[in-house]
């Protein structure tokens, strides 16, 4: 039950600091202060048994009413949840995060390799990049970046996991509109920048991890199988119940 608490807490944690911006030291000087309080509290305790003092039951909160573990315990979980939380999250303003050069209306010319399984659509095919370097497409001098980036890209270029790709075209920061906001859908999987209309070519193959390699290979093989069995929309259901590929719903 106290492990429970403590992980309730921490997500908790995680959805304030989603919700409150503040520098992650502040989670940790909070933290800090959470766990500063735990240790008197237990400290303040050992003391009062030690000493048997006379009356001290007659402040102590009904047994039903009180947490299994300490309230500044609960906190200092809390407060280490918003920290994780903030800590995971780029910093954006520097030079050598993709999401540095959004909006700059420079044509750019982006090398990275393609991360995720490509989404396949009816009339494009969204790709998750690993960026690796960037120039402007008027320059010969490579800048060494990293982040991740989602092309859009014409389906009539197959691509697969591992694929090291060349992308042209305009960094922009994921649009937000009043109903959907894309850009914080994309920042939940960690995605920044975004990239449309790109022209792209291919430069190396298997470049990614073997063993998910091996996984997206398999899966790709499944998801064909799954359409020569059935027709659409089964097919398109099963696969995205069965494999997770949800582009053909």
């Given at each position: 039950?106290?492990?429970?608490?403590l992980?309730m807490?921490?997500?908790?944690?995680?959805l304030?600091?989603?919700?409150i911006?503040?520098?992650?030291?502040?989670?940790?000087?909070?933290?800090?202060?959470?766990?500063?309080?735990?240790?008197?509290?237990?400290?303040?305790?050992?003391?009062?048994?030690?000493?048997?003092?006379?009356?001290?039951?007659?402040?102590?909160?009904?047994?039903?009413?009180?947490?299994?573990?300490?309230?500044p315990?609960?906190?200092?979980?809390?407060?280490?949840?918003?920290?994780?939380?903030?800590?995971?999250?780029?910093?954006?303003?520097?030079?050598?995060?993709i999401?540095?050069?959004?909006?700059?209306?420079?044509?750019?010319?982006?090398?990275?390799?393609?991360?995720?399984?490509?989404?396949?659509?009816?009339?494009?095919?969204?790709?998750?990049?690993?960026?690796?370097?960037?120039?402007?497409?008027?320059?010969?001098?490579?800048?060494?970046?990293?982040?991740?980036?989602?092309?859009r890209?014409?389906?009539?270029?197959?691509?697969?996991?591992?694929?090291?790709?060349v992308?042209?075209?305009?960094?922009?920061?994921?649009?937000?509109?009043?109903e959907?906001?894309?850009?914080?859908y994309?920042?939940?999987?960690?995605?920044?920048?975004?990239?449309?209309?790109?022209?792209?070519?291919?430069?190396?193959?298997?470049q990614?991890n073997?063993?998910?390699?091996?996984?997206?290979?398999?899966?790709?093989?499944?998801?064909?199988?799954?359409?020569?069995?059935?027709?659409?929309?089964?097919?398109?259901?099963?696969?995205?119940?069965?494999?997770?590929?949800?582009?053909?719903?």
């Amino acid at each position: 039950m106290p492990f429970l608490w403590l992980s309730m807490a921490f997500i908790l944690g995680t959805l304030l600091a989603a919700n409150i911006t503040l520098p992650t030291h502040n989670w940790l000087i909070l933290a800090g202060a959470s766990l500063t309080l735990t240790l008197l509290q237990m400290l303040i305790k050992r003391r009062l048994s030690q000493r048997h003092v006379r009356g001290a039951q007659r402040f102590t909160v009904p047994t039903r009413l009180r947490p299994p573990i300490p309230l500044p315990l609960i906190l200092l979980s809390l407060a280490l949840g918003a920290a994780r939380y903030q800590a995971s999250l780029p910093d954006i303003n520097a030079a050598n995060f993709i999401a540095h050069y959004n909006d700059s209306g420079v044509t750019m010319v982006v090398t990275g390799i393609v991360s995720e399984f490509p989404d396949i659509r009816d009339t494009y095919t969204n790709l998750w990049v690993e960026s690796e370097q960037l120039r402007p497409a008027n320059a010969t001098t490579h800048t060494p970046v990293h982040g991740l980036l989602l092309a859009r890209v014409s389906n009539q270029d197959q691509y697969q996991y591992g694929d090291r790709v060349v992308l042209r075209g305009q960094l922009q920061t994921p649009p937000e509109h009043e109903e959907f906001s894309y850009r914080d859908y994309l920042a939940r999987q960690g995605i920044y920048s975004y990239m449309s209309y790109t022209s792209t070519g291919l430069l190396e193959s298997d470049q990614g991890n073997p063993f998910m390699s091996t996984l997206f290979k398999l899966k790709f093989h499944a998801l064909d199988i799954v359409y020569q069995l059935w027709p659409d929309p089964e097919a398109s259901l099963f696969a995205g119940i069965l494999l997770g590929i949800e582009s053909g719903i």
